[in-house]
């Protein structure tokens, strides 16, 4: 689902462009290689994770199975996801929009390593995908996801649920 029509679009005709703090979720899907899928973004152009924001009646898991569809075509049931981290700092994910409006976004990190589907750039959030090693990732790299990848190597590294 694009912007029109979601949640937080039907809560930005109530609100205006004031502070909105939105619940989503971003998910590391790895190859057999271990490489990581990020998707370039239409907006900014920055390569990211797929993440989105919930909908109405919606947890964590459905809405990480639900961007990870609608962004790439990667189809992975929410049970098979494995989160490893929450992502809410303010500073590394508020988003000001052009239009002004503003959202302080809470994001729980899942990751999968099995998915069905054919993969491809949804062409309204994403242009373009592609694996990536954890040590060759594109540039420039959207700051959430650049976290989240951060929490994710820790995670890997010492099997701790992270929190920043």
Request: charged share 20%.
């Amino acid at each position: 689902m694009g912007f029109s029509g979601s949640y937080l679009w039907q809560l930005r005709q109530k609100v205006g462009s004031d502070l909105v703090l939105m619940p989503g979720a971003m998910v590391v899907m790895r190859d057999g290689e271990g490489r990581v899928l990020l998707t370039r973004r239409v907006d900014d152009g920055t390569w990211c994770l797929p993440a989105g924001g919930a909908e109405k009646g919606s947890g964590f898991a459905e809405t990480a199975a639900a961007e990870l569809r609608e962004e790439t075509g990667a189809v992975v049931a929410p049970g098979e996801l494995r989160a490893f981290a929450c992502l809410s700092r303010p500073d590394l994910h508020t988003i000001e929009y052009a239009n002004g409006d503003v959202t302080h976004c809470f994001a729980m990190c899942f990751w999968a390593e099995r998915w069905s589907g054919g993969l491809q750039a949804d062409g309204e959030e994403a242009c373009e995908l592609g694996f990536f090693g954890l040590d060759e990732l594109p540039q420039p790299l959207h700051g959430p996801s650049a976290a989240a990848l951060e929490l994710f190597l820790e995670h890997l590294r010492s099997g701790e649920f992270q929190v920043s």
